[in-house]
């Protein structure tokens, strides 16, 4: 059986979790994104902010979680408070900014020990609620926080793109 195991990333990592997210995103969601936003996503600029973030984190519950297998990243999760409302008005309220696994990884079980690992962070760092933001467009993922208890509060958004992307956004109890 292979070594499997989610720990915080480092500085080390910003290679790897950069490669990982643009291997998502130029796979999942082709179609779903514009693909002049898909372009302008350069490697050397994603690992520059990787190394910026895991080096220096904007504060104690900004948090980067790496999902391994073999010590491999294959996956990762981005942690922080909620920073637009209605989180920015609840101090008790994370936001799990990014969840995502490696295509060729899935159904290996990695995204569902980076999203326990990122619920007990965000409840060991005092937040009552979580929050996400999910491409509307991106079932699977939905599907996936759902069955693990997260669920759509009615909330949505627009991101402009070059053409609009509509996320939804799911919360859950931490409590």
């Known amino acids: 059986m292979a070594d499997r195991s989610v720990r915080p990333a480092?500085?080390?990592?910003?290679?790897?979790?950069?490669?990982?997210?643009?291997?998502?995103?130029?796979?999942?969601?082709?179609g779903i994104i514009p693909a002049g936003a898909l372009a302008e996503l350069t490697e050397p600029a994603a690992v520059h902010r990787w190394s910026e973030d895991l080096a220096a984190p904007p504060s104690r519950q900004h948090r980067v979680l790496v999902a391994v297998e073999e010590d491999r990243v294959v996956g990762l999760a981005a942690l922080a408070p909620g920073d637009a409302p209605p989180m920015?008005?609840?101090?008790?309220a994370g936001e799990l900014l990014l969840l995502l696994v490696d295509p060729d990884s899935r159904d290996r079980g990695h995204g569902s020990r980076l999203l326990a690992a990122a619920v007990d962070h965000l409840r060991t760092d005092g937040f009552a609620t979580a929050y996400t933001w999910v491409v509307a467009a991106d079932a699977r993922s939905r599907r996936f926080l759902a069955a693990a208890g997260w669920a759509v509060d009615g909330a949505a958004r627009e991101l402009d793109m070059g053409q609009?992307?509509?996320?939804?956004?799911?919360?859950?109890?931490?409590?």
């Open 10 to 30: 480092a500085p080390a990592d910003a290679a790897a979790v950069a490669a990982v997210q643009l291997l998502v995103w130029r796979t999942a969601y082709v």
């Open 88 to 92: 920015a008005e609840d101090p008790a």
């Open 164 to 175: 609009p992307v509509r996320e939804v956004r799911l919360h859950t109890d931490l409590r």
